[in-house]
Each structure stands twice: as C-alpha cells, then as structure tokens.
C-alpha cells in the first residue's frame, strides 16, 4: 500500500480559543476509542487538522471506521515521499493505480511551501501532468471539475500527496456539548434524533418505557439492538428501561380515553426529567416530529412540556417521514426499527385521541391519582443495560 498516514479535516471552523482546544481533545479521544483495538495509531493534532499514523493494515480499517466519527468533516489517505521531481513523479504514478482511471478526467494541484523547490507551481503542475498523461492515455485533464484531483503538498521535510478525500460524519465530537437523556422507543424516529444529537456533540444515555406483559422480551430486546446501534457514534450508550405497567393502567382507569395519550405522554417525561437529575443530564431529547401523529401538534407539546421547565430537544420537529427514514438506512437502525414489536403506546393507544388536549382539562383528571410515589417506585425498579457495540451486552439490575 502507498499510503502512510491520514489527513483529518475538522468542520466548524467557526470554533475560536478554548473551544477549539477542547473540541480538538475530544475529536482526539474519540477517535482513540473508536480505534482502540489498532494498536499501531499514533496521532498529531494540529490547530486545524490532524494526522493519524499507523501500519498500512491498520490504516485501511482506520479508514473504515472514521466516516462515523462525529467531528470530523473529512479525510484522506497521505503518501508521502522526499521532495524531488523523480520521487513524486514515481508516487504520483503509484496514486494512479488505486483509481479507477477509464474514461476519466484529472488535474494535478500544488502548494509548494517549501520555496527552495527548483521548480515553481506551474511549472511542477505540468511536469506531474505530463508524467501522468504519458502512462495513462485513457485520462484526459479538466481543470474545472476533474473527476480525480492529485494534491501535492512541497514541503521543507517531504512531500505529501493524496487523491482522496472520504466524508466524516460532520458536526462535533461527542461529549463537546453536555449530556442529555434520549426518550428512545423502538420506532424509527428517536434512534435518528439520538444519532442527530451525537453529532452535534451531546453525549447520550437513553431512557425506554416498557409495559410487560403487554409489551414483549423482543420488544425490548429491539430497543437494545437499537441502543447498540447509535452507540457506534458515541462509544456507549447506557439504557435505563422503566417498568411502565402500573402506571399505564393507572392512566387508563382514571383518565378518559381521547387524553389518556397526552397523559401518558406527560408521566413519561415527569420519569425522564427525573432520572435526567439523577445522572446529571441537562435536556431531554424526544424523535417528535410536528403533526406526524395527534400528540405531535403544538397544542399536545403545550400540554406535554407543562410538567417541566427542562429544555426538550426535538431535532426531528421539522423533519419529514422519508427524509427521517432516509437517515435510518443510512445510521443501520431502520431494519431493526420496523420489526413489529408492540410499543408501549400502541398497545394502550385510543381509538381517537384528542389532538388539542386542553391542559386544564387533563391536570383536572390527574389530580385524582398521586402519580409522584409510582415514579419514585419505576425509576427505582429500573434495569440498566449498557448497549455496545464491541462487548456483549451486559445487563444488571438497579436495586437502589
Ligand atoms: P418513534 O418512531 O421514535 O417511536 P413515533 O413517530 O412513533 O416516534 P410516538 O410513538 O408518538 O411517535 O413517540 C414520540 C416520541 O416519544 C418518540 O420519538 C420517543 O422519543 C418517545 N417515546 C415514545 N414511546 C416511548 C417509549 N416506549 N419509551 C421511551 N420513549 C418513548
Ligand atoms: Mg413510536
């Protein structure tokens, strides 16, 4: 292989002073933990890139695996060689072997930093040119929007060069920005919102109601599968599954049926908001998406939000179905999203429910049932599940 080390580009580059430090820490940790098992990387950080060093075996899987590493906006395979015409002549040609070169265009590009090259840009630009043209007569060269663009970077202590630039997952480290609680069921949206959330930063754990035995051991196995799948983006992802049950039924006696959705809906944030102090998580993030289903309407999140002052993070809110559903295939979650597995709110879901629940209305039938102690007692009894990718997943029951 020819490639001896990785460029990294960040995104964001609007990030000043300490921000950029911390930004450029994380990305650096984050990337050693998702490497982890690579045992030969080395990396650099520099103010507004990185290099990343390994033996060209671990390179290629460390190309791999970094298109998901939140952070990064792109990156490319370097060859490095020493700055003379023959040396980059001869790995200019041995760039061109990797590519696919029928029918296609190119241009060689140069930044000559080291000034003590004999020959100046122009210059070199036709020299590797031509050198390129007379071994590959199926190329051709367009300078506007060639389909291959060889890079060469002089410098006083070699010369780097590269064709391929591969996408990051774009937006910032995760753990740059906080941690927050993910509302995750086992349905489409939320592992999208969790996953959107990652990549701007936010550092995860996720909270899931279940009603047994209403709900089943693969439905709740299903959103375990799910956790493990938007952990690939964060490291790990704990899972706090609360026994809804009683709750649920509660509900159901006490409440009429057209509202006992927004209720429902209610309790289960007054259960996140608290677990959320418990383990010092600032927001709350929900895949709700406006008017997609009666209690995603303004009037239902007026009702539903009343119960806390806590931010509650929607990153969905203006999304459509197919576009959420595009970033399902594209994250491997929408395979294990749309296995039919009853949900706890499907099972106990009125014929009609109300999509303007007046507020009054619903803190009125509340009022007859004192919620408070049955929380304490679910988030108690909750299990705990630290989804991963790499370990098996360990399960262990919270006894408080
Ligand atoms: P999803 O595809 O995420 O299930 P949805 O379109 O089915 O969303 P709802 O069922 O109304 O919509 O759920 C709205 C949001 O409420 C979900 O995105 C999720 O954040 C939260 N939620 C719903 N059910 C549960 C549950 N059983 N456990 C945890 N959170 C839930
Ligand atoms: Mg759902």
């Not at 933990?33 to 899987?61: G, H, N, P």
């Not at 060689?81 to 040609?93: F, M, P, Y």
């Not at 439905?219 to 375990?224: D, F, N, T, Y």
Request: hydrophobic share 40%; net charge neutral; charged share 25%.
């Amino acid at each position: 292989m020819i490639w001896n080390e990785l460029l990294i580009r960040y995104g964001e580059m609007s990030l000043k002073g300490r921000n950029r430090k911390q930004f450029i820490q994380k990305l650096s940790t984050n990337i050693r933990l998702e490497l982890q098992d690579l045992k030969s990387i080395k990396l650099k950080a520099e103010r507004d890139r990185m290099f990343l060093y390994a033996t060209s075996e671990e390179l290629v899987q460390a190309i791999e695996r970094l298109t998901d590493v939140a952070g990064i906006q792109s990156f490319s395979p370097i060859a490095e060689c020493e700055s003379t015409v023959e040396a980059i002549q001869k790995t200019a040609l041995a760039i061109f072997e990797t590519e696919d070169t029928e029918g296609k265009t190119f241009k060689v590009e140069v930044r000559r930093t080291d000034k003590s090259f004999p020959l100046v840009t122009g210059e070199l630009q036709k020299e590797i040119g031509g050198t390129v043209l007379r071994a590959y007569s199926n190329l051709t060269v367009n300078v506007k929007k060639p389909d291959i663009l060889l890079h060469i970077d002089i410098r006083a202590n070699g010369s780097f060069l590269s064709s391929k630039v591969y996408k990051g997952a774009g937006g910032m480290p995760v753990g740059s920005n906080g941690k927050s609680l993910l509302m995750l069921s086992g349905g489409i949206d939320s592992p999208v919102a969790g996953y959107l959330m990652m990549k701007r930063g936010v550092t995860l754990e996720a909270i899931h109601f279940a009603s047994p035995p209403f709900t089943s051991e693969q439905a709740q196995e299903k959103v375990v599968e799910l956790g493990r799948k938007i952990s690939a983006y964060g490291g790990t992802l704990k899972l706090h599954v609360i026994p809804f049950t009683d709750i649920q039924q509660a509900i159901v006696k006490q409440v009429p049926e057209n509202v006992s959705i927004t209720s429902t809906r209610r309790i289960m944030l007054r259960i996140a908001d608290q677990l959320r102090k418990e383990i010092g998580a600032l927001a709350l993030v929900t895949g709700e998406s406006l008017g997609q289903v009666a209690s995603q309407t303004l009037e239902s999140f007026t009702a539903i939000n009343a119960v806390t002052s806590t931010p509650i993070l929607r990153p969905l809110i203006a999304t459509d179905k197919l576009e959420i559903i595009e970033i399902a295939r594209k994250i491997g979650t929408y395979e294990t999203s749309i296995q039919p597995f009853e949900d706890c709110c499907t099972v106990f879901t009125p014929s009609s429910p109300k999509t303007k629940p007046r507020l009054e209305k619903v803190e009125f039938y509340e009022s007859f049932i004192d919620f408070e102690p049955m929380i304490t007692d679910a988030i108690q009894k909750r299990t705990i599940i630290e989804c991963s990718l790499d370990e098996k997943t360990d399960e262990f029951s919270d006894l408080l």
